[in-house]
């Protein structure tokens, strides 16, 4: 990031404008009028299916997924619970490798390299928030935040950066609006607090595409806007991508693009 932003703090959504949508079918895109066509792709996914075990019984989540989000936009995946939504969100963030099909960043296939390769993509071009925040509760807010950049470095790469990387944790928590609960431990914290925790978090390494599942889903309405609201600054002040699962048909409106999953599969538009 080249510059901060100034703390997004119960951050007022304007109402949806079903022009800016770009709906994705199992036909092909589909462009509703101002949408535009010459945005660089950052990742697309082609025919992904994935099935899960339970003893005996073979389960399908994705059965032939078609997914692309374009460079600089807020694409979310709605759907019922069930459809797939997180599935084909942790094949992107290749948590997970699909059973057939291909995953492509920047036009290089991510899917079938080795886990170590995985790791690294993870560690230096995503970043992820989740619906129950997965912070370390022994750490302070600020160690939570510095916690990606202990891993991508190590320990002696780390603690030559010490200081280079506090303060851009710092800087982070302000954008969040968080910089007076720096030594607060995630018990301490509020609903709220902790997604902003968690949002900075997945900024430490600035990442060149942000993936979320359900990341107001375990919030009331008045934060869960707040927390859009500052998904949307980054988005519009930084360029990031973003990449976001929601069952919320609000939240989705305000997105710029849209894909909807039914039974596994994206829904055919009528």
């Not at 109402?15 to 994705?24: F, T």
């Not at 899960?52 to 936009?73: H, T, W």
């Not at 280079?164 to 800087?171: G, I, S, V």
Request: a positive charge; charged letters at 25%; proline letters at 3%.
């Amino acid at each position: 990031m080249s510059k901060i932003l100034n703390p997004v703090k119960n951050a007022a959504v304007a109402g949806a404008d079903s022009s800016r949508y770009r709906v994705v079918g199992v036909d092909g895109d589909r462009d509703i009028p101002t949408a535009t066509a010459s945005a660089a792709c950052i990742i697309k996914a082609s025919g992904l299916t994935k099935s899960y075990r339970k003893q005996n019984v073979v389960v399908p989540v994705l059965r032939g997924v078609d997914f692309q989000a374009e460079e600089k936009r807020i694409t979310a995946i709605v759907g019922q619970s069930g459809s797939g939504k997180s599935t084909l969100l942790h094949l992107l963030g290749t948590l997970d490798q699909p059973d057939e099909g291909e995953i492509f960043f920047n036009g290089a296939r991510i899917d079938n390299v080795s886990a170590r390769e995985r790791d690294h993509f993870r560690n230096t071009q995503l970043g992820m928030i989740f619906q129950f925040y997965h912070l370390l509760p022994e750490l302070t807010l600020l160690e939570n935040i510095m916690a990606p950049a202990m891993i991508r470095h190590g320990i002696f790469s780390y603690w030559k950066r010490r200081s280079e990387l506090k303060e851009r944790a710092r800087e982070l928590a302000a954008v969040v609006g968080l910089e007076h609960r720096l030594r607060h431990r995630p018990s301490q914290l509020s609903g709220g607090e902790m997604q902003r925790t968690a949002i900075a978090r997945a900024l430490i390494l600035n990442p060149s595409l942000l993936l979320a599942d359900e990341p107001t889903g375990n919030l009331d309405q008045e934060t869960g806007t707040s927390i859009l609201g500052l998904l949307q600054s980054l988005n519009e002040e930084h360029n990031l991508t973003i990449v976001m699962v929601t069952h919320d048909e609000y939240v989705a409106s305000q997105c710029d693009a849209l894909v909807r999953l039914k039974g596994g599969r994206v829904e055919r538009l009528k």
